[in-house]
C-alpha cells in the first residue's frame, strides 16, 4: 500500500486537486444501508504533481450532479486532513498495525474538467470529402 507521503507537507491545507474516475463502488453505512462511492486514480495537485495514486470519496449530491463516467477528469478543492488506518479491535487472529495515512476532506467546488467520451471520438478525413469525419 502505498502511503501518501506527497500530502503529509499540506496538511491542514486547502487546494486544488484534480483526478480520473476510475470506478464506482458501494461501502456500508452504519445503519447497515449501502452507500454509493466514487474512485479517483492518479490525484494531482494544482501544479500537476502526483499526491496519491487512488483515492475514495462518498458519492454525494454534488458529485452526483457532475453526472459522471468511468474515465472522466473532475476538479476540486479539498482539505489535507490525517486520520489513523488499522485495525483497532481485540481479535488476536488479525493484525494490522495502526497507522497514520492522508486523505482529502470536504471536497467542494467540483467540476468535470475532461469527459470520457472526448478521448473515444475518432477524428479521420474522408477522402471523397476531403474534410475531418468524427466517429465514435
Known amino acids: 500500500m502505498i502511503m501518501r507521503r506527497a500530502l503529509k507537507p499540506l496538511e491542514g491545507v486547502r487546494t486544488t486537486f484534480r483526478g480520473t474516475v476510475a470506478q464506482f463502488g458501494m461501502k456500508s453505512g452504519y445503519t447497515g444501508r449501502d452507500l454509493p462511492t466514487l474512485m479517483l486514480k492518479d490525484v494531482m495537485d494544482s501544479a500537476g504533481n ?34 489513523e488506518k488499522g485495525y483497532k479491535g481485540y481479535r488476536e487472529d488479525v493484525y494490522k498495525p495502526i497507522k497514520i495515512d492522508y486523505r482529502l476532506s470536504n471536497p467542494t467546488k467540483l467540476g468535470k474538467i475532461a469527459s470520457a467520451s472526448d478521448s473515444t471520438t475518432l477524428s479521420t478525413r474522408s477522402p471523397e470529402m476531403g474534410q475531418g469525419v468524427e466517429r465514435e
Open 50 to 83: 502526483l499526491v496519491t495514486d487512488h483515492l475514495w470519496f462518498m458519492l454525494g449530491k454534488q458529485l452526483a450532479a457532475l453526472d459522471l463516467q468511468i474515465g472522466d477528469v473532475i476538479s476540486f478543492h479539498a482539505r489535507v486532513t490525517c486520520y
